[in-house]
Every structure is written in structure tokens, then in C-alpha cells.
């Protein structure tokens, strides 16, 4: 299956203050019980209470639980309803796909297929993002049968998880890796090991490669987009890039450490450069135009304006799910 060529941005036109209702006498759709009450879904409460696990790097050796705790609790219990609204007023068009019930996202992942898997690689954003997939198939009322493996930080270890529901099975997977450069290799063992690790024919397998945080060198990132890009050019790689997502720290730019704070203004260079590069030469997941708005649903640590709490990562998904419904289409 060859995947189209399409930069998601199309579907999304920057409508600021333009409110998307779902109801004839013109009021704000509310948002879902699982989306406002992200913190009861149980897969979530289990990596919370991950003790076991240790997550390196600049978090000095806390428990995987500790920093995945860190990252995905909102400031406030309002947080989640006010990012609801927020992605409702800033999307626009005809594409309102934060309406979209969680079992219709699944079944957009499943793409017509009775087994599929879904294949995250990224850095602790991207895990998030992996997360927060497991709590929508679990309001879409699919069932954990197995589980393999693990996810460290900074280690190249993989999580898979079954999941199913009426006859169908979905393998959702998460790789940690912090640089483009790691994926090839990553994803030719996949190709070589398609028949032992469970997962679906590479060809129809979803990949999404969401990393970027990493990157603080404007060189090193430039140069790995376009290494990235010859090496999916060359293998024909059914992956969608997940664009760059904004930072809040007190620059104008939003990329140095300080306070989160509502920027001015929303240039980015890692996001110029994956604008300037990719292009539409790959199917791409572009969501910072209606994240940028969010400066207020970052992680509850304290001075962290990277990581976002766990339903910045549900409308990501919702995105991904539209994309998705773009294809099977």
C-alpha cells in the first residue's frame, strides 16, 4: 500500500478565534468524560505507578512512574476542558476532528484491516503521545491481552502491547529513540523481523516518528531531516513525521529555559527548518499552529515548557486519526 504524499496542514487552516460548534443552537460541544478525566484511564495510573523502571538523562535516575507522572498531569483539573476549547476555537474548516468519538479514531488506526499495528518512535514527547493512545483504546472499550517489554529513557528498548475487541487486534508499540539518525536502523530490523515480532506486513504498518526535543544544534537537526528524508525516499517507508511542537520558555522563539509563557510571535527553528526540508515529500503530521495557543497545559513540573499534559496528546492523536481517515478513504 502506497501511502499519499500529503502534508496535514491542508487540512487544518489557521482560523484564530473562529469557533467550531458540533450543535444547531451554536454551543461549544463539550468535551468527553475520558478526555476531561485523562487521569482515571488505568493504563496511565500503571506507568504512574512504575517504581521498577529507572528513566535516565537530565531527570537523574527518578523512576520511570516519577517522570512520566511529571509529564503527563495537568497544572489544574481545568487544564484538559480549557485544551478542548482551545483546539475547537484555533482548527477551523470542515475537519472537526476532536469530535470524533474515541472508537472512531480507533477504527481509523485500523484502517479496514481485522489486525493492524501501530508503531510509535520518539523521545519522551513521542511516548506521550503512545500513552495517550492506549487511554483512547481504552475508552473505545478494546482489552490489554499481552503485553512485551519496556521503555527506558535513552536506551533502545521497545514496549508492545495487544490490543482487542470484537475479533479485531491492534499491536501498539513505542520505541525510545532521541535522533532521526537511530531510526533507520530501527525500522530495517523491523522489515527483516516482520514474520517473528508479531506486527503486520511493514507496508501496511502505521509508523509514526515523533522526535525533535532533543535537538538544541540548528546544524545537526537541518542535516538529519535531509539524511531522514533521502533514506524514506530511497525505501519507499510508509512513516508519517510528526512535526516539531512549540515550546513556551521566555524567548521569543519559545526554545531557551525561563517561565512558559504565551509567545508573540511562533517562529521556531527546528520548526523552519522541518518546513523547509520535509515539505510534503512524506506524509506529515503538522500540529503547531493550534498547539501553539497551550502555553498553559504544559507538564506540571516546574519550569518544564517542553512536555505538554496528557490531553495536549490526545488531540494529537485525534489529528492523527483524521489523517488517518484521509487515507482509508
Known amino acids: 500500500m502506497n501511502l499519499p504524499l500529503l502534508a496535514f496542514g491542508m487540512f487544518f487552516p489557521r482560523c484564530a478565534g473562529l469557533r467550531v460548534n458540533g450543535s444547531e443552537d451554536g454551543s461549544v460541544v463539550p468535551a468527553p468524560e475520558w478526555f476531561t478525566l485523562y487521569d482515571t484511564c488505568a493504563s496511565l495510573q500503571e506507568i504512574w505507578r512504575d517504581g521498577k523502571h529507572q528513566y535516565g538523562g537530565h531527570w537523574h535516575k527518578r523512576t520511570l512512574g516519577e517522570v512520566a507522572k511529571g509529564e503527563?498531569?495537568?497544572?489544574?483539573?481545568?487544564?484538559?476542558?480549557?485544551?478542548?476549547?482551545?483546539?475547537l476555537s484555533h482548527i477551523g474548516g470542515k475537519?472537526?476532528?476532536?469530535?470524533?468519538?474515541?472508537?472512531?479514531?480507533?477504527?481509523?488506526?485500523?484502517?479496514?484491516?481485522?489486525f493492524q499495528s501501530l508503531y510509535f518512535i520518539g523521545d519522551s514527547l513521542g511516548f506521550q503521545q503512545f500513552r495517550s493512545s492506549r487511554c483512547i483504546l481504552e475508552a473505545a472499550g478494546w482489552s490489554r491481552m499481552r503485553v512485551t517489554g519496556f521503555v527506558a529513557q535513552h536506551e533502545k528498548t521497545t514496549l508492545e502491547e495487544l490490543w482487542s475487541r470484537g475479533g479485531r487486534s491492534i499491536l501498539v508499540s513505542m520505541s525510545w529513540r532521541a535522533w532521526l539518525r537511530e531510526v533507520p536502523d530501527l525500522l530495517d530490523a523491523s522489515l527483516r523481523n516482520a514474520?517473528?515480532?508479531?506486527?503486520?506486513?511493514?507496508?501496511?504498518?502505521?509508523?509514526?516518528?515523533?522526535?525533535?526535543?532533543?535537538?538544541?544544534?540548528?546544524?545537526?537537526?537541518?542535516?538529519?531531516?535531509?539524511?531522514?528524508?533521502?533514506?524514506?525516499?530511497?525505501?519507499?517507508?510508509?512513516?508519517?513525521?510528526r512535526g516539531p511542537l512549540p515550546q513556551h520558555f521566555s524567548k521569543p522563539d519559545g526554545t531557551y529555559r525561563g517561565g512558559c509563557t504565551p509567545n508573540s510571535e511562533s517562529s521556531d527553528w527546528r520548526r523552519s527548518a522541518f518546513q523547509d526540508v520535509i515539505g510534503t515529500s512524506m506524509p506529515v503530521l503538522h500540529v503547531f499552529d493550534f498547539i501553539h495557543p497551550m502555553h498553559f497545559a504544559h507538564a506540571r513540573n516546574h519550569g518544564d515548557c517542553t512536555h505538554y499534559c496528557l490531553p495536549v496528546h490526545h488531540v494529537i492523536n485525534a489529528a492523527l486519526a483524521a489523517l488517518l481517515s484521509g487515507w482509508h478513504q
Do not use: T
Not at 72 to 87: G, K, L, M, N, T
Not at 212 to 234: C, D, G, R, T
Open 72 to 87: 503527563d498531569e495537568c497544572q489544574s483539573s481545568r487544564v484538559a476542558e480549557d485544551v478542548w476549547e482551545s483546539a
Open 95 to 114: 475537519k472537526n476532528f476532536l469530535l470524533a468519538s474515541a472508537d472512531e479514531q480507533v477504527m481509523s488506526w485500523m484502517q479496514g484491516e481485522q
Open 195 to 241: 514474520s517473528l515480532n508479531g506486527r503486520v506486513h511493514p507496508s501496511k504498518e502505521i509508523v509514526v516518528v515523533a522526535l525533535h526535543a532533543h535537538y538544541n544544534e540548528p546544524s545537526m537537526w537541518l542535516n538529519e531531516l535531509k539524511e531522514f528524508k533521502a533514506w524514506v525516499q530511497i525505501k519507499n517507508a510508509n512513516i508519517i513525521l
